[in-house]
């Protein structure tokens, strides 16, 4: 399957209610080796629900400061993310657009953020 | 190499990023990720291949123009196949700001539309090889 | 030594091309219809291209990446592809404009009509592009340029009062017989000649095809810190004479000969050649700029190899970008469609589309992981940021006025 299939999925729990829409995925380098590269990289999790924008602006990072402006426009919108186990998901639909993880969207908690 | 056990996100990291080839080379772009389930456990997914190229970028654009990108780039890669040109990760040799490939471009299945227009068009005018400027 | 020729080489190709058609055409009209009432628009507008450029050219400096490559990493495939179709279409719209004038100035030396002219400035400015190397394509045209000078003269030579045009210039009204609306869209028309995308595209990338490092900072804001204003002071040299030849005549220039008029009025047919000779090298180096952003912005969206650092043979896709770019551009001025209505549709189009460029350079040039400690300082962000919502409300504010004021008519 490829990475854009994910990208954009609803994620909704048992309940049917919705996380938000997939817009990123976390990754761990810690699968079999892959040719010169190394370790190969295993899908670990979800960001789900930030607002797009302000994760690409890229103000999680700590390397980004200003403009003052800019930020604050960019903050409201990345304080709504979670972030999914990938174990808790039960069913991948790239058709529909759709991704089902067990449990609740209320025990999700916001995405731990990358240096 | 990498270090083992380092955390990103591929969407930030990876996706839209510049391949840059071993010899400094531009060599496309990360336009998509090939995830592919583990043999023993179709639940674990790695990543096997970066994708480029019209097709792969046709599948993140998505709808009526993503698959028309998609069928003119598969013509003009002189393939049946249906499927993007794939970069096996394996050659990935750094992820920074841009990502770092172990090989030459020529080596890659993404360049076969840069050697069909360089054949076509930009060998047929004079000066096409000389040193540059 | 070697490098003061440098910083002078550089600094002087900046303000011989600075100006284009759009500078030309925009200045010139908004003089003889409004005198000096939008010159501030003129000083706006270059302080804007100045703090874009440093910032551009600093981050393809430090990064190595130009402003493109950027665009697609900071607003994704999505965003990025829309940012390139308006681009694109753009800076192609401007390279017509710009064929356009060569062969304007032609006709002017030579009386024979543009269009005539028009199949051969293509193929001159590909091959050009093909052939010359980088720097000497952009000194050559960028010192020759430098003969608009002849209009700065031009003012002193036509015995203007002084006082009047420095009342007109800091107490600006909007004269009898123009509406507001209109005045208001040739300031936009104004900014967008100032500040083309195209120029941020060329500059940056040249950044990286002449391997600017660190080092070369320094000339980077030289160029860019004394070379645009005193282009800009041009640009201002063709509003004045306008306003001081054609205002008080009541014309409205939609000749390029109108433009040249105050300069042979003062130095007879010696100053007209100048003027012609500057404007050719003006528009032909501004031709070559915008095909080679067509292609700039292109490559740079889909990674491919481009440039002219390289063997062309190296950067196939990225050249057949290019010749397909004086292609459609010169089949469009071959529609007959007005040469200078075209350059207006393309500045004001240009202006509105600036805050696509704009963003993502921003937002780079603050990012540490990319910029190091050649970030932006917290003054220069709150200027920055200041034009950056002055772009946003004028791009907002430029298709309204385009169809209430009917293009300016």
Redesign the interface.
């Known amino acids: 399957m490829r990475l854009s299939e994910l990208l954009g999925c609803e994620v909704v729990d048992e309940r049917g209610r919705s996380a938000g829409k997939v817009h990123d995925v976390r990754m761990v380098q810690d699968g079999p080796p892959i040719g010169q590269f190394g370790a190969s990289l295993r899908l670990i999790g979800l960001i789900v629900g930030r607002h797009a924008i302000g994760a690409r602006f890229g103000y999680d990072r700590g390397a980004m400061k200003g403009p003052w402006l800019l930020r604050q426009l960019a903050g409201s919108g990345s304080r709504s993310g979670r972030y999914v186990d990938w174990e808790l998901v039960r069913s991948v639909d790239p058709a529909g657009a759709r991704i089902e993880i067990a449990g609740s969207v209320d025990d999700l908690s916001p995405p731990e953020p990358m240096p | 190499?990498?270090?083992?056990?380092?955390?990103?996100?591929?969407?930030?990291k990876l996706?839209?990023?510049?391949?840059i080839d071993s010899q400094g080379?531009?060599?496309?772009?990360v336009?998509?990720?090939?995830?592919t389930p583990?043999e023993d456990d179709p639940?674990?997914?790695?990543?096997?291949a970066i994708?480029?190229g019209p097709g792969?970028?046709a599948?993140?654009?998505g709808g009526r123009l993503g698959h028309l990108l998609e069928r003119v780039s598969n013509r003009l890669r002189d393939t049946a196949e249906d499927r993007p040109a794939r970069v096996?990760?394996?050659?990935?040799?750094r992820i920074g700001?841009a990502v770092d490939l172990?090989v030459a471009k020529e080596h890659l299945e993404t360049d076969r539309?840069?050697q069909w227009?360089?054949q076509t068009?930009?060998?047929k005018?004079p000066?096409?090889?000389?040193?540059?400027? | 030594m070697k490098n003061l020729v440098q910083v002078a080489l550089g600094v002087l190709t900046a303000i011989g091309g600075f100006v284009d058609i759009g500078d030309i055409v925009a200045s010139t009209a908004t003089g003889a219809r409004f005198g000096l009432a939008l010159a501030w628009v003129l000083v706006v507008g270059t302080t804007g291209i100045m703090i874009f450029a440093e910032m551009a050219g600093r981050v393809a400096a430090i990064s190595g990446r130009p402003v493109f490559d950027l665009v697609r990493e900071r607003l994704g495939a999505g965003m990025g592809l829309a940012n390139l179709l308006a681009s694109f279409f753009i800076t192609l719209l401007t390279l017509a404009a710009e064929i356009g004038g060569v062969a304007l100035a032609i006709e002017l030396a030579t009386s024979v009509n543009y269009l005539l002219w028009v199949p051969l400035v293509g193929i001159v400015v590909w091959v050009v592009v093909w052939r010359l190397p980088f720097e000497t394509m952009d000194n050559t045209f960028g010192l020759i340029g430098l003969a608009l000078v002849v209009f700065l003269f031009a003012i002193w030579r036509l015995h203007p009062d002084w006082a009047g045009l420095a009342h007109s210039a800091l107490h600006p009204t909007v004269p009898q017989g123009e509406g507001h609306p209109t005045y208001w869209y040739f300031a936009i028309a104004l900014l967008g000649s100032a500040m083309s995308p195209y120029e941020v595209f060329f500059f940056s990338s040249g950044a990286v095809e002449q391997r600017w490092t660190r080092r070369d900072l320094i000339i980077n804001r030289t160029n860019v810190l004394i070379g645009f204003p005193l282009g800009g002071l041009l640009a201002l040299a063709l509003m004045c004479t306008a306003a001081i030849v054609l205002q008080p005549q009541g014309v409205d220039p939609s000749h390029l000969s109108q433009a040249a008029l105050p300069v042979s009025l003062a130095f007879g047919k010696l100053g007209l050649a100048l003027a012609l000779i500057g404007i050719f090298a003006c528009t032909f180096g501004a031709a070559l700029e915008t095909c080679l952003s067509c292609g700039y912005t292109v490559a740079q969206y889909f990674g491919w190899q481009w440039g002219k650092f390289v063997k062309p043979a190296q950067a196939p896709r990225f050249h057949v970008v290019v010749l397909l770019s004086i292609l459609a551009g010169t089949l469009l001025v071959l529609t007959t469609i007005d040469p200078i209505q075209l350059t207006e549709y393309s500045i004001v189009l240009a202006a509105a589309a600036l805050p696509l460029t704009y963003l993502p350079v921003l937002l780079v040039a603050n990012d540490r992981d990319y910029m190091g400690d050649k970030v932006n300082s917290g003054a220069s962000n709150l200027l920055a940021t200041v034009y950056l919502l002055l772009l946003l409300v004028v791009s907002v504010a430029t298709i309204p006025l385009l169809v209430v004021t009917k293009a300016g008519g």
């Open positions: 190499m990498q270090a083992a056990g380092r955390v990103l996100d591929a969407g930030l996706l839209d990023r510049q391949l080379m531009l060599a496309g772009k336009d998509d990720l090939e995830l583990s639940k674990v997914l790695y990543v096997t994708l480029a792969a970028l599948g993140r654009l096996p990760f394996g050659v990935v040799k700001s172990w539309v840069e227009a360089r068009i930009i060998a005018l000066g096409a090889g000389d040193a540059p400027q």
